[in-house]
């Protein structure tokens, strides 16, 4: 099955993306996060659609989409930063306006693109067969930069995960490492984007982190985890799509989210495992 | 002087919490803040933190301040041992290669002295919440605080917790400021200097007065207040 050319680059696609997703996916699980998350994924769709309408429709030949969805990500991850450390009290209704009006952007300009129907598809749900060298490469670096900015604040994104004040009081510049982190959200999202699409990137972020964190007890463990059923889901996922004709973003967001629920009931019993073993 | 707090007010929303506060707190001084629900117990130990700002008034705090939550505030879900627990106490000492010796053997020396020896590599999630609650105050010793401020620290915890937490917060009477949120009477009577009562207004009492006043079966600050000013008066005649 994959001696095909396209399958092996999304083979590689899948394992590039699988490290950054596992512990970023970690730190927005343990953070609580995931509505953030998810408001970014979708908020991608507005500059992306924005840059395409200006390079297909205005001539910008330069401008790929995916600096579009890089800008937009980073912008909606800043603002919603800004908004969580100022108006805590309506954080909800503000992320879900956020989320509506970037799809809403991106629906229009890519309604005022020509020929962008395919192109609508797959960004929304993702086509990894489209996979080339360069996006590869790019994947490699997202993914060694992002893993680089854990490593240096892994122990102060630990502090801030678990206990904000004591985060502060230890000096932490907790606003600057939030915003970090929602940053970091940002790329993970448009890494994520070319492998499982806008709309299905929030799948693969935070349920392998959830899952791992059912049978981990150390953070680091659990982005190790994390990384680990991002990829087998990924493969499995690309596999079984390619064996059933089905679009591979959604197979791959389905087996999680089918593996999360089957292994969900095993919680209650492996944390009375541990407890015993512990006591 | 340890703490210093001059007219202070502090609103929710509008709603005033704190207010008309004047407080001094000396270097080494032991003090019981207590007061009813809602009365701005917890409130006054964040505007100490700085995590609040006061609307008026002046909060001014010297030296380092360490911090123990009520353990039902923190995530007990969250994937993390007891060493990392502990060791964060130290975070602002931790370099890009984690925490320096001394630190380690610190933290070690701590969690010997509360029990925790044994649970060191445990996830923090599978303590009780006596265990829990030592591993907390374990961690705000790490940083050695000048100031250690405890909000209802021994409250539904086991016996065996609380004589430690209370026995190392002997060994520490004079040596460190503490602030102590409590609603046990027992640790009022036996161990702090001062006793600050929190409702809306902060009125600060000796520990025996309190005590006279809960034989009587009185509780509410202001005729706490009330009584210990018709008291006084003799003396000021």
Redesign the interface.
């Known amino acids: 099955m994959f001696d095909n050319v396209f399958l092996q680059m999304a083979l590689w696609a899948c394992l590039l993306a699988a490290p950054a997703t596992g512990v970023i996916g970690s730190l927005v699980v343990?953070k609580r996060i995931s509505f953030m998350a998810g408001c970014i994924a979708h908020s991608v769709l507005g500059g992306m659609g924005f840059c395409l309408w200006l390079q297909r429709a205005k001539g910008v030949a330069w401008l790929d989409p995916i600096w579009g969805a890089f800008g937009s990500a980073i912008a909606s991850a800043l603002l919603l930063g800004w908004i969580h450390l100022n108006y805590r009290q309506r954080e909800d209704a503000v992320i879900a306006a956020i989320w509506s009006a970037g799809m809403a952007t991106g629906m229009i300009f890519l309604s005022l693109t020509p020929g962008t129907n395919v192109e609508l598809f797959n960004y929304l749900f993702g086509n990894i067969l489209w996979i080339t060298g360069s996006d590869l490469a790019r994947l490699a670096l997202l993914n060694g930069a992002i893993l680089a900015v854990v490593a240096?604040y892994y122990?102060?994104f630990?502090?801030l995960?678990?206990?904000e004040?004591?985060?502060?009081?230890?000096?932490?510049a907790v606003k600057r490492l939030y915003l970090l982190l929602l940053s970091l959200v940002a790329v993970s999202i448009v890494l994520l984007m070319q492998v499982i699409g806008t709309i299905l990137a929030i799948a693969l972020l935070t349920i392998p982190a959830t899952l791992a964190?059912l049978f981990?007890?150390?953070?680091v463990?659990?982005m190790g985890a994390a990384a680990a059923l991002c990829a087998l889901f990924s493969i499995l996922g690309l596999g079984a799509s390619s064996l059933f004709n089905w679009p591979p973003g959604a197979t791959i967001a389905l087996l999680a989210a089918a593996s999360y629920l089957l292994l969900l009931p095993l919680k209650k019993q492996f944390?009375l495992t541990?407890?015993k073993a512990?006591? | 002087m340890q703490i210093e707090i001059e007219n202070l007010f502090f609103s929710y929303d509008g709603a005033p919490l704190l207010e008309r506060v004047h407080l001094q707190v000396r270097k080494g001084e032991f003090i019981g803040i207590m007061g009813p629900n809602g009365g701005g117990k917890t409130t006054l130990l964040r505007l100490l933190m700085g995590f609040l700002t006061p609307n008026r008034g002046r909060v001014s705090v010297q030296g380092r301040v360490g911090y123990v939550p009520q353990v039902h505030r923190t995530d007990r879900d969250f994937p993390i041992t007891v060493q990392e627990l502990v060791l964060l106490g130290a975070l602002s000492q931790c370099g890009f290669w984690g925490y320096p010796k001394g630190v380690l053997a610190r933290a070690e020396a701590l969690m010997e002295q509360l029990g925790l020896r044994d649970y060191r590599s445990k996830p923090f999630s599978s303590l009780s919440g006596g265990l829990a609650q030592r591993a907390l105050l374990a961690r705000a010793l790490l940083g050695d605080p000048d100031l250690l401020l405890l909000d209802e620290a021994t409250a539904n915890i086991d016996l065996p917790s609380t004589k430690i937490i209370f026995e190392l917060l002997r060994s520490l009477r004079g040596k460190k400021t503490i602030l102590l949120v409590t609603h046990d009477l027992r640790a009022i009577i036996e161990w702090v200097d001062r006793v600050l009562c929190v409702q809306g207004e902060v009125s600060s009492f000796l520990p025996k007065e309190v005590c006279e006043h809960f034989a009587l079966g009185l509780y509410h600050t202001p005729l706490l207040r009330l009584r210990s000013e018709k008291k006084r008066e003799p003396a000021h005649v």
Do not use: N
């Open positions: 343990v240096v122990r102060r630990l502090a995960c678990f206990d004040e004591l985060a502060l009081l230890q000096g932490v964190g981990t007890h150390r953070l463990w659990m944390r541990l407890r512990f006591e």
